[in-house]
């Protein structure tokens, strides 16, 4: 399997202290993507290898995050790893773009998720300005089978570029959102995919709380904002 790299966090999975492992690749060319390292990494590892790294963190957390790239993309290594990380009693989190809604509904089936995070990356049918790929029908699909299931919570985030959103489409996108949290997340303008998106401004995180407030009352979900300056928010 294509492993770029874990980290143990306290933030990726609210509450619990995880283990996150990101999973090289992507199909997607997100112009403000930051972790463009793994799009082409080739690091292999075993399944045994990534076992280890999960057994030697057991002691000390309470969950584990597969990151990105998009995990989806090595569904069976995907199934292999939550399984174990089932029966070891840990909780399982995926980050994923949403863009495979089979897999999702597969992964569903087999109940190997407790939690998920969905990239959801612009208004749907403006997908392909932000992401160079017409998928936002497959990305909704995505959204309503997770939100249908009451076992997974579920996420949705969108990263607010300046230059790629505005407010309104915020305002539009949250309309047609289904899950438990929506979270807007601060763009930031080091390692992106597009180097014109270097010289963005990154967005002041009040003004990312100050629209979050403005759309708290069209969504029946926790808001939050998400910003280095200022960490995760939860909107009252």
Do not use: W
């Not at 049918?125 to 998928?135: A, D, I, Q």
């Not at 029908?137 to 985030?157: G, I, P, W, Y």
Request: charged share 25%; glycine share 6%.
């Amino acid at each position: 399997m294509y492993i770029g790299g874990t980290l143990i966090s306290s933030v990726e999975f609210h509450g619990n202290m995880s283990l996150v492992i990101f999973m090289s690749k992507c199909p997607l060319a997100c112009r403000y993507c930051h972790n463009v390292e793994l799009l082409e990494d080739n690091t292999q590892k075993t399944f045994e290898e990534v076992k280890a790294e999960i057994d030697n963190s057991a002691d000390f957390i309470d969950a584990v995050v597969i990151s990105g790239g998009e995990p989806l993309m090595q569904l069976d290594a995907l199934i292999e790893l939550f399984t174990y990380i089932k029966s070891i009693g840990l909780k399982t989190k995926l980050d994923t773009s949403g863009i495979y809604p089979d897999k999702i509904e597969k992964l569903l089936e087999l109940e190997l998720l407790d939690f998920v995070s969905l990239d959801v990356k612009a208004p749907f049918e403006k997908y392909r300005k932000v992401t160079g790929s017409n998928v936002g029908s497959q990305v909704k699909k995505s959204m309503k089978l997770l939100s249908a299931d009451e076992n997974v919570r579920l996420e949705v985030r969108t990263t607010y570029v300046p230059t790629l959103h505005t407010k309104k489409d915020i305002h539009n996108l949250v309309l047609d959102v289904e899950g438990d949290i929506y979270t807007i997340q601060q763009f930031r303008n080091k390692n992106v995919l597009d180097p014109a998106l270097e010289e963005v401004e990154v967005p002041n995180p009040h003004d990312l709380t100050k629209l979050a407030q403005d759309i708290k009352p069209l969504f029946d979900g926790i808001v939050k904002v998400k910003s280095a300056e200022f960490g995760e928010q939860i909107i009252e």
